[in-house]
């Protein structure tokens, strides 16, 4: 495994070792039949990375220098001191995981040494998460409800002027200010937070839509949050819908078809399962209600548009997915589910939780309200 | 190219689109004569990509679905389209960017097609910033004076306990809570802000250590930003050092040091002229001040650990390196210039600007004092 452990969350998972440079991870067969897990970090860090780093050896690229000697670049020294250490050690060919940057490879296969690439390696492993990491995951869920009830109640309590535009501590409420708030709160927690999604009325009928401007009474507002824990780099991921003012009826019939397929699906998640059955739990919750699975293209027809969830860790979206397809689940696999509805012309509506999959079934991380109503 | 946009910040700048499932350009040749840009993306993405992206046609995986189907992986299923578009082609041969996650050369080469990886492909134009991606830097960095402006004041007019410690607002100055300080400064400011370095004292010595605990008055005190605009995903980064109180003689006399180095480096820096000259007109500098390059491991005698600096645009590190076999610069090259002195038992001093490589020579683009004192 190789990259830049900041941002290659596999490398860093498998080393424990936070560092925007270049890293490489080699599992070394020894004589006795064990592993050696060798790292091979830049110079400066090999210091913290002995204290902290799970590996065996710790050495930098200098350690391994070629003959011909060591590019001035970073990556590329780095690539090719690994080549190096496993041309000394007398290996002939490697397997590599799936997200090996290809100048690894590149100058492995220079040095005369064969590279397997195993599309399936570690990602398994990856999906099942330890005890440790359920509680970090468990950790940022609830960190993430914090935001949002402070994000709901900051909609739902505030007052609403003669056009109807809301109005929160004397100043219009805008989705680009309810962000703010939620960025500061978690911030304040020991979050960092990508651009929420508030999706006020319309605007919230593409789930993608991130939402701009001014909110409104009477409109569903999409709010979904998904910060990362500074420490531990695990993160959050939830949704909610809230409504000022009066609920809609469309509105309402949306949001509780919603809900019922959330819990259809929830209650589908068990080992062994595959994502694609837990989607199909959603789409026939859905169904029953009247909603279809599609593109909104109708104005005022409400559809889902998009598969039931994702798998979270590290990454906010990480295998498996909950969707056509899908994989069959394992026990330690830490899911979203998120049914939406959406309707052009009038928004949408979606609620997302997180769960993991037990040997029993499954357990939800989250706790928090589900309803339109934050007063 | 492929990866993940959000994090492979090769691929982002190439297609100028943020998102964190994986995607792939391809640049194929036209029977003209041109080239054509075709984007592989996920499917509720196409129409955001089709409006923002740098692309001439944008698909989805299911648009190239191979013989036996695509994987429900979405990693997997992207890999498998890209192979499956390049044989509908009749391509038989592609070059990659070094960055490529090894999944995308496994299924191509399994469809039968070569890849060869050009380790040097894209490195120049990337780290030849445009006159777009010269202001963005310019902005970062003077949102980071800003917010350094703010922590080194806010030491320098601190209270000083009768032990010694620092009283800010009542409470305690510790290193945590002036990071938190910068961060909220900079969140309100548009950014997002990667743990800063705020190391006092002795902790000071170790150029990597982030710092933690009370600050105290006449210690030098490291404050080192590199936030990234939320906005246009680019870095400032920037270093002073501020003194609370009096200013111990050794500190001042390293701190001069390492100003005057920073001067020869950013006098030396023009086109043509190499990472490893300009290294070494800081290394003289500082020679002639008294001062070697070396690990610190004696107490009270100040050595630079580290290299001048490093590009800096996308991401806070990336080529080139100023520092031993650098290599020659080009206009366009956005770099860091940061000498540092760190002794053992004393602390670190260290001041960093950031400057571009112009055709007659650089620009700084700090203006921010560089002394000790910020009263």
Known sequence: MAGIPATNLSLYRAIRFKVGDPAALLLLPRADGSTERLLVIRDIEMERARRTA??????????????GGLSGDRETAT???????????????????????????HFIRAAGIAVDCDPDLGVLERRAKDAQELDWLREAQRATEGAMKLACETVARASA????????????????RLRSIIDIHLLEQGYENPESIVAGGPQGADCHDHGHGILRTGEPVIVDIFPRNRKTLYNGDMT???????????VAMMHAAVVRAK????????????????????????????YASAQPTEPRVPVISHGTGHGIGLEVHEPPLLALKGPPLVVGDVLTVEPGLYAIGI?????????????????????????????
Do not use: K
Request: charged fraction near 20%; include cysteine.
């Open 54 to 67: 799970r590996a065996d050896d710790v050495h930098c690229p200098a350690d391994f220098e070629p003959v």
């Open 240 to 250: 909610r819908t809230v409504v000022h003012g009066a609920v809609p009826s469309p």
């Open 347 to 375: 928004g949408g509506v979606r609620v997302e939780d997180m769960v993991a999959v037990t040997a029993s079934g499954s357990e939800n991380f989250n706790s928090l309200q589900e309803g339109l109503d934050w007063r």
């Open 79 to 105: 690539a090719q001191s690994v080549a190096e250490c496993l041309r000394r050690r007398g290996i002939s060919a490697v397997r590599a995981d799936r997200s090996l940057p290809l100048i690894y490879a």
């Open 263 to 290: 819990h259809a699906a929830t209650a589908a998640i068990r080992p062994g399962v595959t994502g694609d059955a837990v989607h199909q739990a959603t789409l026939a919750a859905l169904r029953e209600d009247g």
């Open 161 to 176: 002027a003669a056009d109807g535009t809301l109005v929160h501590a004397g100043l219009p409420l805008t989705a680009e």
